[in-house]
């Protein structure tokens, strides 16, 4: 992927105000949808289990999930790390 033709400039000007809120309204009604993408996640799924292993340990550290949705990940993290201190953010 050419990263930096993604990130030019000219790329940033095309994300108008009006898409920006096409999109954002977009994540906010796929967001709402618990059916297909749920507010909890299963701690024992095995990606979740290799992103946990890559990240560990935790304790003491600071963690940005960039893109977060309903922080899932985010919350079984702390729950096993409360001692971490745990950002996220999302467009929606």
Not at 17 to 33: G, H, K, N, T, V
């Amino acid at each position: 992927m050419d990263w930096k033709r993604l990130f030019s400039p000219s790329a940033r000007a095309r994300l108008t105000p009006e898409l920006r809120a096409r999109i954002q309204s977009s994540f906010d009604e796929a967001a709402r949808d618990e059916e297909h993408f749920p507010s909890t996640i299963d701690p024992r799924i095995y990606h979740v289990k290799l992103i946990r292993e890559h990240l560990a340990p935790l304790a003491g550290k600071r963690v940005l999930d960039v893109g977060c949705g309903k922080g899932r990940f985010a919350r079984v993290f702390h729950q096993q790390e409360p001692a971490c201190e745990l950002w996220g953010v999302d467009i929606s």
